[in-house]
């Protein structure tokens, strides 16, 4: 059996996780230890992230022709990558958390939406809160004037009782 035809399923499994990705975050992982990649993982897991560890030459194969192609120069050395489906933040922000507790853990880019970011672009992204988080924010800022006109109207109602 050819090489390509070993290495195709891999490359087609990767283009599938690339396909339905909103965002798309290469690491460097060297120097992590056993332990610290399996707590990574389980993050990354419980948060909807697909985190796999892949040759840059069958990375660089799947994202050619897709909007991760930028992401090609990034690919030498030791690389993960983190696939985020459903939340565009969540792969940037679970690794930024991690790399607090893990100093080895380093970005290398990635790209969110179409956008590509070099390692200092994609820290910004990692601060984002969640959509979730940002949603309860601006209900919650909705919500205060009227909640303080509510008080100011029965302060009202009561004095003038």
């Known amino acids: 059996m050819a090489k390509v035809e070993l290495k195709q399923p891999i490359v087609d499994e990767i283009k599938g996780f690339a396909k339905d990705a909103k965002a798309v975050v290469l690491v460097d992982y060297r120097g992590l230890t056993v332990a610290e990649d399996t707590e990574l993982r389980k993050k990354l897991r419980e948060a ?42 969540a792969p940037a922000r679970i690794i930024n958390e991690m790399a607090k507790k893990m100093p080895k853990l380093e970005f290398k880019s990635g790209v969110v939406e179409g956008s590509y970011y070099d390692q200092k672009g994609i820290q910004v992204i990692a601060s984002i809160p969640s959509r979730e988080v940002l949603i309860s924010r601006l209900l919650g800022s909705i919500q205060a004037p009227i909640a303080n006109l509510a008080r100011v109207l029965k302060q009202i109602a009561e004095k003038a009782a």
């Open 48 to 89: 909807g992230v697909v985190y796999k560890v892949y040759k840059n030459t069958l990375l660089n194969f799947a994202f050619k022709g897709t909007e991760f192609e930028a992401l090609s120069k990034d690919l030498e050395g030791p690389t993960a990558v983190a696939f985020g489906i459903d939340d565009v933040t």
